[in-house]
């Protein structure tokens, strides 16, 4: 489980999501699979916020380690989209 803190940390992850663009696709609010389309690989990320703070985590290796890997990031982005339409929804 990583915290997500300032962009520039996770830059090198955010530029890889964007070029590998693997597919992500939401289990439930916070449960994404994501896929390499070119392996065929998926790795779960979760997405969780304590304490005013978001923390995320990926079953691959360099998430397993702690590393904001692409899967992470990809699905980072879906889950933050998400929770704004969802804040957006909730007036
Ligand atoms: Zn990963």
Request: with cysteine; charged share 20%; net charge positive.
């Amino acid at each position: 489980m990583i915290q997500l803190t300032t962009a520039a940390k996770l830059e090198n992850a955010i530029n890889k999501a964007r070029t590998v663009k693997p597919r992500v696709a939401i289990n439930k609010f916070g449960h994404y699979t994501v896929t390499n389309k070119t392996t065929g690989a998926t790795y779960t990320v979760e997405c969780v916020k304590r304490d005013g703070k978001r923390f995320a985590s990926c079953t691959c290796k360099a998430g397993m380690r702690g590393n904001a890997c692409y899967h992470l990031m990809a699905a980072v982005s879906a889950h933050l989209q998400l929770a704004a339409e969802r804040a957006a929804l909730n007036f």
